[in-house]
T-cell receptor, first 114, second 113 residues
């Protein structure tokens, strides 16, 4: 069975601080995909990034960066110099090759204070 | 603009009534999904459909029904058998080619009293 754990329920930071959101996953499959989504107060989930299991290269996109480590089954998300607009709930998700289902974590609520 | 639309944004119903939530996409995606989100919780899969005229139950299908008569449309009916229907409902779609990421609609917040 697959599982995604986001142990941090809520994080509060002051604007311009760096913050890391943790994601730990479980699967026995060798080919899988990991995702991060952002859910602002409006409610719609916005896709941020996808990472394939065979590609452990870290990625940076502006102030966002992702650290994928198969050895620890983690796919952590770092926001550098956080801004108030980053305030949202962030979800990590897992999908296994050959299935159409996605397993979501329970989300981490990030509050960035001005 | 390409995307997923869900209507209405807010929906109120009396207990015992069936209600249908709309989901339409113009992304030419084959797969479509319905999720339920409760406060402080993650997304739970209700139903999904890979192709027209075919759909599968997710983890919490009891009390819900769907249809997939057109590729663009995947309506969800919340029946009176659903014991706790008040929630935020999200529709998503995914293409079979390219990346596996899902794209989501804006959601419908259903309140049943």
């Amino acid at each position: 069975a697959q599982k995604v754990t986001q142990a941090q329920t809520e994080i509060s930071v002051v604007e311009k601080e760096d913050v890391t959101l943790d994601c730990v996953y479980e699967t026995r499959d060798t080919t899988y995909y990991l995702f991060w989504y952002k859910q602002p107060p409006s409610g719609e989930l916005v896709f941020l990034i996808r990472r394939n299991s065979f590609d452990e290269q870290n990625e940076i996109s502006g102030r966002y960066s992702w650290n994928f480590q198969k050895s620890t089954s983690s796919f952590n998300f770092t926001i550098t110099a956080s801004q108030v607009v980053d305030s949202a709930v962030y979800f990590c998700a897992l999908s296994v090759k050959g299935t159409y289902k996605y397993i979501f974590g329970t989300g981490t609520r990030l509050k960035v204070l001005a | 603009d390409g995307g997923i639309t869900q209507s209405p944004k807010y929906l109120f119903r009396k207990e015992g009534q069936n209600v249908t939530l709309s989901c339409e996409q113009n992304l030419n995606h084959d797969a479509m999904y319905w999720y339920r989100q409760d406060p402080g919780q993650g997304l739970r899969l209700i139903y999904y459909s890979q192709i027209v005229n075919d759909f599968q139950k997710g983890d919490i299908a009891e009390g819900y029904s769907v249809s997939r008569e057109k590729k663009e449309s995947f309506p969800l009916t919340v029946t009176s058998a659903q014991k706790n229907p008040t929630a935020f409902y999200l529709c998503a779609s995914r293409g079979l080619a390219g990346g596996r990421e899902q794209y989501f609609g804006p959601g419908t917040r259903l309140t049943v009293t």
